[in-house]
């Protein structure tokens, strides 16, 4: 990255109106919240990533890496917006995940919440492995160290 602006999203929230619908599921309404709450996710895990970038934006100026960062972006927040996390939160879980349900006398429990509540957790601090899975395919998650000068 030739850059020092760091963007405030890596995708519009025109692009992940098009990326909702084409997966048939309504933008949600604080679609920008999510963009912006996801996006550091996404530059981190990058971070060892070289690419162009538009001085004044901070975007990558190739637009296949331009996509599959948008991309990422939008699988983020999609799962955020399908998991109910909050990025007003700070990145804080508030809510857990059942593990009974009841009605009168009648009990139900779930199999698997703890797994569930770890997968949250780990949505909050970590990128989904769609998200991953879509970063790897231009190989912007990169493990290896680079230096330099």
């Known amino acids: 990255m030739t850059s020092s602006t760091i963007p ?24 920008g919240a999510l963009l912006y709450g996801v996006t550091p996710l996404v530059l981190d895990a990058t971070s060892g990533a070289r690419y162009d970038t538009d001085p004044s934006t901070g975007l990558a100026t190739d637009p296949a890496i331009a996509k599959a960062l948008a991309d990422a972006t939008c ?23 059942k593990t009974a349900k009841g009605i009168g006398t009648a009990r139900m429990s779930y199999a698997d919440t703890g797994e569930a509540a770890a997968a949250r957790t780990a949505a909050v601090s970590g990128l989904v492995p769609a998200a991953v899975a879509r970063l790897r395919q231009l190989n912007l998650l990169d493990a290896t160290a680079w230096s330099q000068g």
């Open 8 to 31: 405030d999203t890596l995708a519009s929230s025109e692009a992940f109106s098009q990326f909702c619908t084409a997966r048939g599921v309504s933008l949600p309404a604080n679609a």
């Open 75 to 97: 699988l983020q927040a999609l799962a955020w917006s399908k998991l109910n996390i909050d990025p007003d939160t700070g990145g804080v879980v508030t809510a857990g995940v």
